[in-house]
């Protein structure tokens, strides 16, 4: 569909006739974003992303601060900053050295003295608040006496991370906090761009992130409680937290912490994680499409979870999904879903011109890019959830992201990869130092003894240096060969329109994910 097209007829969500709250708000939704498309198609408007809007909106709270609104986010002040410089990386916009210097000093006054990160100052750590800090230096930072990658302490955060490791293999999200995959994530994408990654650190949390899937395909926050999710299952001897619905951004987080396991876990031990044994990648496929609205009445959005209504945020936590499905189901399959740098075989590459006009993806792309574009965009700058809400910094980013994944076609290039791990440099990397950790209030140190027998975790794993250089390389050589298929992008309403490419396990930009892996990996 084009703005020169005429308007399609309506085709509102079916209902069973009993009006509830929620059939009321879905109807609110449809109305709402219809008015926008039609007043689009009907005017031959052109479709256009507002750029110069969103790049003043940002700057007005990069410079000025954020409005009192945002009081109650207040122990999330990692992530307002990071929501703001990964916008303004997503449009394509590069930072001055003041900026960037301000920005580091910022982030780095929340690093806690034990490790980690805190939501603001002298604020306790926290997985959900380390994530964006530390993807928000990877934006702006560097080497250096002040460029804030230097300034983190690793050991200190390795350390952190392990005090928050549970039994099944998941993780607190913060010392007395709950379990919760999203804390797994966070923790595993850090771990996967700082080189802090371990056997011990991840022992066991392959098998609770497979627990996580429900019956839908999607996964949950947290695990089966009772039972085990191997076949036959098993009665555990202590319940874990209790499974939730399939929602999107847990889904997200799951599967991408499922991409960061599978180098250390093939090379760290004999199971193999080709192809992801116990998850259901074609359930998670089918789950995941079923996620996108109609094309016009609920503009090609995404929603979080069934029968819920669509939002814009869900264009990256599920829109963002299909590259790393694609990607496991090409491992479950025992094939590679692309056979070159561009995807195409010989046979394809004589068809194109027959099929020219395809669109092989898994979900609707033009579609969500329309919903971006039209429905999500406030006139004032900024983006939003809905046309019903008003823009935030939250949504503005994911948004943007989810736009990106409609744009480009991302993908885990063999090749890539190959020239990573033959271009390797070998060197010792990260090692947990063998210090204790303290309980709160604890200040005695263990016995020297006691220090040998143990390392961080307390974990029995030993690694050769030749092991330990495998893994850092497989893990390494697996998070860089996501590339962009430059051929396949496509944008509605016009280049104008483009926005970078995302990676897909990060949201950083291809560039600030290399910059920042090359450096820690120690990798020229």
Known sequence: MTSGQSTPARRPQPTDGCSTETSKSQ????????????AIFEAKKPITLARNNHLNWLIRFLVQGFPQRYMSQDASQPWLLYFLLQSFQTLGIAFDPDTKKKAVKTILARQHPDGGFGGGPGQFPHLLATYPSVCAL????????????DQIDRQKMYRFFMSLKQPDGSFL???????????????????TLLDLITPELVEGTYDFLRSCQTYEGGFSAASQPYFSPSTPPELLAEPRPYLGEAHGGYTSCAVASLMFLRPIVTTSTSRSLAPFPGIDASNLLRWAAMMQGNAFEEGGGFRGRTNKLVDGCYSWWVGGLFPLIEEMLGEATGESLQDGEDGKTDATEAEEDDWADADDSFFDKEALQRYTLIAAQQGTGGLRDKPTAPADAYHTLYNLAGLSSAQHRVYLSKKRMEELRSTWTDNEGFVPTKEPILEPGEVERPSSAALDATSAGGSSIVESDEQRNTRRSETYAEALAWVEDEGASHYVGGEGNRVNATHPLFNLTM??????????????
Do not use: H
């Not at 609110?28 to 926008?36: N, S, V």
């Not at 560039?511 to 020229?524: G, H």
């Open 27 to 38: 109807a609110e939704t449809e109305k709402a974003i219809t008015q926008l498309f039609e």
């Open 138 to 149: 990877a934006v702006v930072g560097s080497p250096g006496p002040e460029g804030g990658w």
């Open 173 to 191: 999200v913060s010392r007395n906090g709950e379990v919760d995959v999203r804390g797994t994530y966070c923790l595993l994408a850090v771990a």
């Open 511 to 524: 560039t600030s994910t290399r910059a920042v892996m090359a450096y820690f990996y120690k990798q020229a």
